[in-house]
């Protein structure tokens, strides 16, 4: 297939070997000769199968993948109720316990579970027989800390090996995890953290990011004092500097030879606490279950994502994003997993690449945001790097827009699997995204992934095909959350998630089934431009101004007027050296005209300093609306849950001066 293959046509398919060779292949094999899956029709006929037989579907992975059960259990899925569901009830197991079973084979004891890499880009690999051995060292410590099951564990740490260990050790002995990146600041930090009052901290003194080393000792020490409910604090030396008073050191910590003992746990039973990005008010503290993670993950990396003991599995991160969750949870495959801890643009805009090149990665995920940077700084990756062990490159964070599938397939390989994913933080996982078997169109997600009944839904909960509605799903998943943290009678749940449609997950998101299965998202429903009746989301406006050479990044908002009036203006970032002059106005305003409606024609095109994003690296959008509706900064954004706050006095000023 060349670039220039057309939505209706693939831009790549995978050839009968990979089709034979991918595990989803042989799952479906032995589901149809032990659990009555179809045998034939592909993975269209596989799909149907897993959502119209839910609980034997997932009876079928967990003796596919041999989970193990401490505690057999009476029934997979006793209520299927959401939110509410009860899966696996009376199991017991532990999550550790599967990710450090590639340790328990002594042909792989030796090789690489992680491989860490810093700025320096040189990979530093740590053994399966390590790794187990410092959980088990670190989970017999926790417990003389007196850390019990369903104590909560923090993180304040960057991608690190010590980071996944910690997390393991935290599991293992059935307390609760929880993370956030060192770039947070101590407020952000807080928001989260004082919400599940955690027993243990783990720390570093700093970071090194962008070819500098930031001090983050005085944020640590604000930390410390702010959460009273702690009763040790780990001190891990990036930078070198010695344990602030009364720290324990980590290498003391991790010094130990105890064989790891995995606490026996329900199924049901808290893993970890992600957090939403909470730009409007506190983060959303969701809690996912040891079990249901365990599950949800092995199928998403075991069978979508294709990872085995022969993979290496590299995923730009941070800690305080679900993708660092699912990228540990990349041991549960056996899959080596490469760990960055650095800024995901230096030395330059190609050093992704490098890391994937020298640490042979054969699955490699990032943002859409990344893929497009690259091809705006004229990267040229498949003839700079040695990509050849990459058989899959995966995207994630915002759609990736049809340019960006057409370069990865001129620049990296035109027998690249592209993968682009849609999931979010509250399941830990994807809604849809990547299928090895099956063909990629250029702006499409693959498909619907297994044990997902993913619809499109109109304002009337019509399911609706080749048109615009909204992303539901209408029977659980394993990882969906338990429930939100300090919400003891569910209600901050139920209106997150099952307001608009009672008993149906609805998540927020646009998006299209098309009439071949795949999946086209466009953007947040919340944010949507409703235009005369006609609704876009801000995803495809992004899509076609930002493939301007001037243009590096755009904001889109529309607002509905006290008049009846709807005004919908435009926010550019330029690239360095360009002009907002009336020839890129009218250039901007005719791409919108000829590639999308000319009823989207934003009203204003505004230059601005910059466009605010969450600290995961989502652009700002309900805030900016509701500051240009008017309302103070306090009640428009948590201040903590912004990269640069100071870009919102921009829109602050503008709403002002609109009067």
Known sequence: MTAAATPSEPLWSPGPDR????????????????????????????????????????????????VRFTTPYEAVLADRSMP??????????????????????????????????????????????????????????LR???????????????????????????????????????????????????????????????????????????????????LPSLRAVVHIPILGTPAPVGAL??????????????????FDHPLWVLYSSGTTGLPKAIVQSQGGILLEHLKQLGLHCDLGPEDRFFWYTSTGWMMWNFLVSGLLTGTTVVLYDGSPGFPDTGAQWRIAERTGATLYGTSAAYVMACRKADVHPSRDFDLSAVKCVATTGSPLPPDGFR???????????????????????????????????????????????????????????????ELVVTNPMPSMPIRFWNDPDGSRYRDSYFEMFPGVWRHGDWITITDHGSVVIHGRSDSTLNRQGVRMGSADIYEAVERLPEIKESLVIGLEEPNGGYWMPLFVHLVPGAVLDDGLRSRIKATIREELSPRHVPDEVIEVPGIPHTLTGKRIEVPVKRLL?????????????????????FYEELARTRG
């Open 144 to 226: 003389s800390l007196g850390v019990r099951p369903g104590d909560r564990v923090s993180g304040y740490l960057p991608n690190i090996p010590e980071a996944v260990t910690a997390l393991l050790a935290t599991a293992a002995v059935g307390a609760v995890w929880t993370s956030c990146a060192p770039d947070f600041g101590a407020r952000s930090v807080l928001d989260r953290f004082q919400q599940v009052e955690p027993v243990v901290l783990f720390t570093v003194d700093g970071y090194r990011y962008g070819g500098k080393e930031h001090d983050r000792r005085e944020t640590v020490a604000e930390l410390r004092a702010e």
């Open 19 to 66: 089709i034979a060779a991918a595990r989803i292949t042989a799952f479906q094999a032995w589901a149809a000769e032990h659990h009555g899956a179809p045998a034939d029709g592909g993975y269209p006929a596989l799909h149907s199968w897993s959502v119209d037989a839910l609980d034997t579907f997932w009876q079928a992975v967990a003796e596919w993948f041999d």
């Open 249 to 266: 050191e980590w290498s003391a910590l991790t010094s130990g030879d105890t064989e790891p003992v995995f606490e026996p746990v329900p």
């Open 407 to 469: 370069w990865l397939h001129d620049e990296v390989a035109e027998d690249l699997w592209i993968a682009s994913v849609s999931g979010g933080t509250d399941v830990c996982s994807c809604f849809a995204g990547a299928v090895p078997t099956l063909p990629v169109h250029i702006g499409e997600l693959q498909a619907a992934c297994l044990g997902t009944d993913l619809q499109a839904w109109d304002a009337s909960g019509k399911p609706v095909t080749g048109e615009v509605g």
């Open 629 to 649: 509706q008017g309302a103070p900064m306090a009640k428009a954004v948590n201040p903590g849950s912004v990269d640069n706050l100071e870009l919102l006095h």
């Open 84 to 141: 509410g569901a009860v899966w696996f009830r009376g199991a017991t197991l532990n999550y550790a316990e599967h990710a450090l079973r590639a340790a328990e084979d002594p042909a792989r004891a030796a090789d690489a579970a992680l491989l860490h890499v810093d700025e320096t880009h040189e990979p530093t690999p740590v053994t399966w027989a390590e790794l187990r051995r410092q959980v088990g060292a670190l989970a017999a410590e």
